[in-house]
């Protein structure tokens, strides 16, 4: 048998043993899903969503064996990159290593040094979220401030930046979409280009979300491409605004590699050599993988104390590392991505789904609105703000904060949840201040950490927030029976 053919029964059997084995892990709608039984089913707060394309395209991958990142990688970051609307996104092995090469990326000795981040140093950040969107500020010696979270939109209150900002110091702003909900990007763009200061968006919950902004707006006129106006407004996809942004393909995010993530480079090209350069081991050489001599001057350097004509292969700019996926994982990838316009309704129907299911519940819980939104209506609109600016959510979780007066505390729901095989997730970190290893660094190295408040918005998510899934595997059936569950609970 041709080789070419045993290539083609392999995948056929391949798809067939995917189209048996993984139902569980279908779209919803899908015809060839597993019944739901409500109280067995597990409903997890977020899961791959595969069919056998993913399983073919992986096995077609390893069939080639050719592992390390290539073809496969390569289109992947251009598919990426195109449906930003960003320059280049570069392909990392997760999201906690996007965010902690885009950070690298901003102290290459090869920038200016009035903007380069050194040591001592100061990054803005909000105190409420995941750890690895701050470590890299601590991990480079670097200061981190911490501003307060609203408990409605689970991001940063803006309005705290400027009394976080010392001129000479503060350097760049670091933060996340929570769950899904853009942070006011109007707001953060103004304060950094007022202050000449990078913006690095951690995206890695925020995949397919939207800001827009008013045409006439300052922000508006530094982007050229858009993905329109709609009523006099310019709208983005978030991770296309800042100078870095980062992305996570972890199962539980809005598309997957099993493990993998990106760097998007916004606009600005030479931040791309920097990314990719800490990436790859610190080396020089921007030769992509399998060729040699791009710059057509390989032998023809001369950096560092190196002798002149030194293999620009094997020279080092960087303390870098090696954060390089599969291209098997890109294989996956490509797939998803295919698939993401589909996860995206999916995710914005499914919290419009529970939000309606729990709109007799506003007693008990204060749900998350977007940032803009100034209220939430039955018909599933909401109400804006007359800043100008709007928010298109494509959510990563449903956001419930138990109120003071409920009767009951959010670890008492959590467990209940739990018991009924409802899968629920705190809001990350919490305030992140809180945990072991801040609280330690904090106390071993107090220059490495100032707050800005009494973070108690942080405080309150700490205590009294959790989010239940949205993912585009939940059948109406899940959702229906995580709205009786919770409804339950309340009532009794």
């Known amino acids: 048998m041709e080789s070419q053919d045993l290539r083609e029964e392999i995948l056929s059997l391949v798809r067939k043993y995917s189209q048996i084995h993984h139902r569980a892990f279908l779209p919803s709608g899908h015809e060839n899903r597993d019944a739901f039984l409500p109280g067995k089913t597990p409903i997890p707060y977020a899961a791959r969503v595969f069919t056998e394309d993913e399983v073919e395209s992986a096995v077609g991958c390893l069939l080639d064996f050719f592992l390390t990142l290539g073809k496969q990688g390569e289109q992947f970051e251009r598919d990426l990159a195109s449906f930003l609307g960003v320059r280049n996104s570069v392909l990392v092995n997760s999201g906690s290593s996007a965010n902690l090469l885009a950070f690298s990326a901003l102290t290459s000795p090869k920038l200016p040094r009035e903007s380069r981040i050194l040591p001592g140093d100061e990054v803005i950040t909000v105190a409420a979220g995941f750890p690895t969107t701050v470590s890299p500020i601590l991990q480079y010696g670097a200061t981190a401030v911490f501003i307060d979270a609203d408990t409605v939109t689970g991001n940063a209150k803006c309005e705290q930046l400027q009394e976080a900002y010392r001129p000479g110091k503060t350097k760049a702003v670091m933060m996340a ?85 990106a760097v998007n480079v916004v606009q600005q090209g030479s931040l791309k050599m920097l990314v990719e350069s800490y990436r790859d081991w610190g080396r020089d050489c921007w030769c992509p993988t399998g060729m040699d001599n791009s710059c057509n001057k390989r032998f023809q350097w001369q950096l560092g104390e190196l002798p002149h004509g030194y293999d620009h292969k094997s020279i080092y700019s960087h303390l870098g590392y090696n954060l390089k996926p599969l291209d098997l994982q890109a294989a ?26 729990l709109a007799d519940l ?7 609105l977007p940032t803009h939104a100034t209220s939430w209506n039955s018909d599933g609109s909401f109400s804006w703000d007359d800043s100008g600016c709007k928010t298109d959510c494509s959510w990563f979780g449903f956001k419930l904060t138990v109120k003071p007066a409920a009767g009951f505390t959010r670890t008492q729901l959590a467990r209940y949840l739990d018991e009924n ?15 072991p290893a801040f609280v330690t660094a904090r106390k071993e190295n107090p220059e490495s950490i100032r707050v800005v408040s009494d973070l108690s918005g942080a405080d309150r998510i700490l205590n009294d927030t959790l989010f239940i899934g949205t993912y585009p595997g939940l059948t109406d059936e899940m959702i229906d029976y995580m709205i009786k569950t919770i409804a339950d609970f309340c009532r009794t």
């Open 177 to 261: 979409h929570s769950l899904g909900n853009p942070f006011d990007l109007n707001a953060v763009l103004d304060f950094c280009r007022s202050h000449q200061l990078w913006l690095i968006e951690d995206n890695c919950d925020a995949l397919g979300s939207q800001y827009s902004v008013p045409l006439e707006s300052k922000i508006a006129k530094d982007y050229a491409n858009t993905m329109g106006n709609s009523d006099g407004r310019l709208i983005r996809y978030t991770g296309g605004w800042g100078d870095l942004s980062t992305q996570s393909f972890y199962p539980a995010h809005h598309l997957t590699m099993g493990e993998g993530g």
């Open 362 to 368: 506003e007693d008990i819980f204060e749900f998350s």
């Open 332 to 357: 996956i990838g490509l797939r998803q991505l295919q698939k993401l316009p589909f996860f995206i309704e999916a995710r914005k129907r499914n919290w419009q789904r529970i939000r309606l299911g």
């Open 421 to 435: 095989r409802i899968g629920n997730r705190m809001l990350f970190g919490g305030n992140l201040l809180r945990q």
